[in-house]
């Protein structure tokens, strides 16, 4: 399976910008999807994840509330909605896949990953 990351780009603070992630194979609708991030200098993180089915969403504390994570099965992709965007999310954001249901905060569930696509936020 395949992962294709787009969107990325420069906006200034308070800004927004969505992101998409693009699935080579249908499998990916069973299997829950993630999105994590690397800001220069520092270890990647979790940001959001939602399930197979879409019904259940979860986000990290610091994107709660301003991101979305959502996801279209007939298309094979998931989308990550970025508002009120602040200078601290600058980073390369990536998407990944967990081969079951429910999703995970931790890197190590994920077995397929994208290659990412860099967010710049400007204050």
């Known amino acids: 399976v395949q992962l294709q990351a787009s969107g990325g780009g420069m906006v200034q603070a308070g800004g927004s910008l969505r992101l998409s992630c693009a699935a080579s194979?249908?499998?990916?609708?069973?299997?829950?999807m993630g999105w994590f991030r690397q800001a220069p200098g520092k270890e990647r993180e979790f940001v959001a994840w939602?399930?197979?089915?879409?019904?259940?969403?979860n986000y990290s504390d610091s994107v709660e509330g301003r991101f979305t994570i959502s996801r279209d099965n007939v298309k094979n992709t998931v989308d990550l909605q970025m508002n009120s965007l602040e200078p601290e999310g600058t980073a390369i954001y990536f998407c990944?896949?967990?081969?079951?249901?429910?999703?995970?905060?931790?890197?190590?569930?994920?077995?397929?990953w994208g290659q990412g696509t860099e967010v710049t936020v400007s204050s």
């Open positions: 939602i399930s197979a089915s879409g019904g259940v969403s």
């Open positions: 194979e249908r499998t990916v609708i069973l299997w829950a």
């Open positions: 990944a896949a967990r081969r079951i249901y429910w999703g995970s905060v931790s890197q190590a569930d994920y077995t397929y």
